[in-house]
């Protein structure tokens, strides 16, 4: 092999190696702008950072350019999914008799929380509170196992053989 061969080589391994720094990079970015999220839409009272806020009575959600959205009542709860972080919320109250519009809050969200363990309030959306955010109640963190069947009792020095030895009749 001659000596002019190695500079090719380094030539290639580094187009190579940046192909493949550029395929991981735009996977990543994929990832992050395609994934899909659960996020649960709640509309009851709440209380946020001490303050209480009523539900909204009738009104339409609309989710970034959703032009039709979806109707919420007091005391609803949605789950609706949502691609990507960052999104827009405008919520339009509205009146029950003539669906006249009572008040329009647009809000921008970015879902950088774990959408299972919190919900967002429409409550605290309309108040135009800093928080927007309320524990979901039905979230538990960690999962509890529960046994099928009672242990086996231990047979080792000092535990007795029987199990209701020690118990009186």
Same mark, same amino acid.
């Given at each position: ?122 409550? !605290?959306?309309? %108040?135009? =509170?800093?928080?927007?955010?309320? &524990?979901?109640?039905?979230? /538990? #963190? ?6 099928? !069947?009672?242990? %086996?009792? =231990?047979?080792?020095?000092?535990? &007795?053989?029987?199990?209701? /030895? #020690?118990?009186?009749?």
């Amino acid at each position: 092999m001659s000596v002019s061969g190695s500079p090719i080589r380094a030539r290639r391994l580094l187009i190579r190696l940046l192909t493949v720094a550029c395929l991981v990079g735009a996977g990543f970015l994929m990832y992050r702008l395609g994934k899909e999220f659960e996020v649960i839409i709640d509309n009851g009272p709440v209380s946020v950072g001490g303050v209480r806020y009523e539900a909204m009575p009738y009104g339409t959600v609309r989710i970034d350019e959703d032009t039709k959205g979806f109707d919420m009542w007091a005391d609803d709860r949605v789950i609706r999914k949502m691609v990507g972080k960052n999104h827009r919320l405008t919520v339009i109250v509205l009146n029950e008799d003539d669906d006249s519009v009572l008040k329009t809050v647009e809000r921008d969200i970015t879902l950088d929380f774990n959408p299972r363990a919190e919900m967002v309030s429409v409550s !605290a959306i309309i %108040a135009e =509170s800093g928080g927007i955010l309320t &524990p979901n109640p039905l979230y /538990s #963190g960690e999962p509890v196992f529960v046994p099928d !069947a009672a242990p %086996a009792p =231990s047979t080792e020095e000092g535990a &007795p053989d029987d199990i209701f /030895s #020690g118990m009186e009749p």
